[in-house]
């Protein structure tokens, strides 16, 4: 998520095109909203099949996320106009779009301002989350804005672990996610694939693929410290 927030700096300071990043996690992570400064002192003590989880905070808001399991991805770009809510809808319409040209189809969450008592990002939907057909929550979303700079990014539920989850917020927190797709590292390029289609024809562009260099990382690196 460091990335995230180098991708905003450079787009800002006009170095950097709009950029489209699809990411996963291990060790598996909570990431904790900008503004999240009360959960569980459990979390900082967390093992998962001999491993400790990562706890990280995001240049965005929303409530605590549990990254395993999950595709994370992220937007960075500008020269979107209207209200937030706008802003949202128009870059979640590619999700909405190749989700749908796998056969899923996603609609908003309804839930009001009650989340933010929630310390569980998938315990509530509200209307910049895309839920399936069964209300069940599916991708959650995050912004940060920077001028007229837009980070959005948000975690897709793929295969969570219900131990793991059940650690993390508790069993009653858990909802098992149904995708009439297969398994495994297919499932995850099969969505980067289709997410990817979409991005083209949601934002009319062609997409680039293009490593950071030595020197990005490295000044990634030193924003982490």
């Not at 992220?74 to 020269?79: P, Q, R």
């Not at 539920?157 to 297919?186: S, W, Y």
């Not at 969505?191 to 024809?201: C, P, Q, R, T």
Request: charged share 20%; with cysteine; proline share 4%.
């Amino acid at each position: 998520m460091a990335i995230d927030r180098y991708l905003v700096e450079q787009h800002q300071l006009g170095l950097m095109p709009a950029t489209l990043r699809f990411y996963t996690w291990s060790p598996p992570a909570i990431s904790l909203g900008y503004h999240q400064h009360q959960y569980p002192d459990r979390w900082q003590n967390l093992i998962w099949n001999g491993r400790a989880l990562d706890l990280v905070r995001r240049p965005t808001g929303g409530r605590a996320v549990l990254h395993q399991g999950d595709l994370t991805y992220a937007v960075v770009m500008s020269g979107l106009s209207g209200s937030c809510t706008q802003a949202y809808q128009q870059i979640c319409e590619f999700l909405i779009q190749g989700w749908r040209s796998l056969g899923i189809q996603l609609h908003y969450g309804t839930a009001g301002r009650g989340y933010i008592h929630n310390p569980n990002c998938f315990g509530t939907a509200t209307g910049a989350d895309l839920v399936l057909e069964d209300g069940t929550k599916l991708i959650g979303s995050a912004q940060l804005r920077r001028g007229g700079v837009i980070l959005q990014h948000g975690s897709m539920r793929l295969e969570p672990d219900e131990d793991l989850f059940a650690q993390v917020f508790g069993t009653e927190a858990f909802a098992a996610i149904k995708l009439p797709l297969r398994r495994g590292e297919d499932l995850i390029q099969l969505v980067i694939n289709a997410l990817v289609a979409s991005a083209k024809n949601c934002f009319h562009v062609d997409f680039a693929v293009q490593p950071l260099s030595e020197q990005e990382w490295e000044k990634v690196y030193l924003d982490c410290d």
